[in-house]
Each structure stands twice: as structure tokens, then as C-alpha cells.
Antibody, heavy 120, light 107 residues
Framework: EVQLLESGGDVIQPGGSLRLSCTAS???????MTWVRQAPGKGLECISG???????FYADSVKGRFTISRDKSKNTLYLQMNNLRAEDTATYFC???????????????WGQGTLVTVSS | DILMTQSPSSLSASVGDRVTITCRAS??????LNWYQKKPGKAPKFLIY???NLQSGVPLRFSGTGSGSDFTLTISSLQPEDSATYYC?????????FGGGTKVEVK
């Protein structure tokens, strides 16, 4: 059974940094993975993804501030978030692709999410 | 970036009604169109991929159609548990983008 568990969410001041983790089990590490967030009262936003081969993408809203990475030996996905802003306040979900390998970006499996609050 | 536009933004319908949600992409995304169901406090649920393929375990009352840049999600007979917000999403090119969502209320 596929399981994804996010952690690392916290209350952080503007300008601060935070690293989110997504620990995966039940599948091999060569699936594309993604971070999707939902701000309070807002819709879903895909902010970053990484393919099985390590290629990455970022939404314009986080480019230059956030970095996605993965440790295949630990089957863990990370999101390093720097220079956080109030508008980054959201629940952050990790998601796994439906198909092995290159990113097809069909988000079959999801974690339960971790809350990041950026506030002074 | 590809813009995904959903309509309506919300709707209210009765149990047993047929409900249709539309999604338009700002360019041709071929078959890279997925649908998700989102309930408050829950993770999104993967409903349909590649326009019309029902994910395992999803009730048959859900269906998807479309091509190119215009797509539709239909719930053939609305049930109380279908109360949720529905999102389309394109995986044709990065950055991946979602539609703004359609909130479905069951009367």
C-alpha cells in the first residue's frame, strides 16, 4: 500500500526558512513526485515537481525561493522553503505520479498535508 | 504557463441530478487532463486521468469527456457524498496547473 506522510509544517516569521519532508512507502523511488499547496479558502496550486530522473520545475510564485529534492535511499521528498512570505501560508501536500519514471503529472496518491503558517 | 479555466465556480443541485463541470485550457493539452475531488480537511482524491479514464474505485457515475482544450466532468446521478470542490489539472507541460475549482453543493 502506498503511503505518503508529510512533516515539517510550522509557524514561521516572514523571511524565515523551513524544510518540509514527505516520507514515502509502498513503492520504488523512481516515480515523479510533486508538491501541491492550498492556501486557506483558495484552490490547489502545484508549486514544484521532480521526475524520476531528477528534472525539476517550479511555479513562478516560488521560483528562486523554494527547492525540491529527494533522497532515494530514504524514499523521502523534500521542499526547502526560503524567504517565506505571508502568501505562502497554506497546507502543503506531496503527491506521487500514476506512472513510473518521467513526469506525467497524474497525481494518483496524496499525503494528508502539513500546515505552514507564515506570520509575525 | 497554461491557464485552466473552470465553470461554473459553484453550483447547487439535488440528489439524482446530472451535473456537468467544464474546464478549458488556454492551449491544446492533448489528453493530459485530470480531475480531482477535494473535501475540506482531506487530501485531494484522484478521480479521472487522461480525459476519460476512471481511477480504480471511483464510482461509475463519474465520467470525463473532451479533447484538445475543452473538457467536461459529469456526475450522472448526484449523491450526498459528492458534495466537494472539483478541480481539473493539466499535465501536458510544466509548470503543472489546476483550474480554479467548482464547488458542488448537494441540496
Amino acid at each position: 500500500e502506498v503511503q505518503l506522510l508529510e512533516s515539517g509544517g510550522d509557524v514561521i516569521q516572514p523571511g524565515g526558512s523551513l524544510r518540509l519532508s514527505c516520507t514515502a512507502s509502498g513503492f520504488t523511488s523512481n516515480y515523479a513526485m510533486t508538491w501541491v499547496r492550498q492556501a486557506p479558502g483558495k484552490g490547489l496550486e502545484c508549486i514544484s515537481g521532480i521526475t524520476g530522473g531528477g528534472a525539476t520545475f517550479y511555479a513562478d510564485s516560488v521560483k528562486g525561493r523554494f527547492t525540491i529534492s529527494r533522497d532515494k535511499s530514504k524514499n523521502t521528498l523534500y521542499l526547502q522553503m526560503n524567504n517565506l512570505r505571508a502568501e505562502d501560508t497554506a497546507t502543503y501536500f506531496c503527491a506521487k505520479d500514476l506512472v513510473y519514471g518521467d513526469g506525467y503529472w497524474d497525481f494518483e496518491n496524496w499525503g494528508q498535508g502539513t500546515l505552514v503558517t507564515v506570520s509575525s | 504557463d497554461i491557464l485552466m479555466t473552470q465553470s461554473p465556480s459553484s453550483l447547487s443541485a439535488s440528489v439524482g441530478d446530472r451535473v456537468t463541470i467544464t474546464c478549458r485550457a488556454s492551449q491544446n493539452i492533448r489528453s493530459s487532463l485530470n480531475w480531482y475531488q477535494k473535501k475540506p480537511g482531506k487530501a485531494p482524491k484522484f478521480l479521472i486521468y487522461a480525459i476519460s479514464n476512471l481511477q480504480s474505485g471511483v464510482p461509475l457515475r463519474f465520467s470525463g469527456t473532451g479533447s484538445g482544450s475543452d473538457f467536461t466532468l459529469t456526475i450522472s446521478s448526484l449523491q450526498p457524498e459528492d458534495s466537494a470542490t472539483y478541480y481539473c489539472q493539466q499535465g501536458h507541460s510544466t509548470p503543472v496547473t489546476f483550474g480554479g475549482g467548482t464547488k458542488v453543493e448537494v441540496k
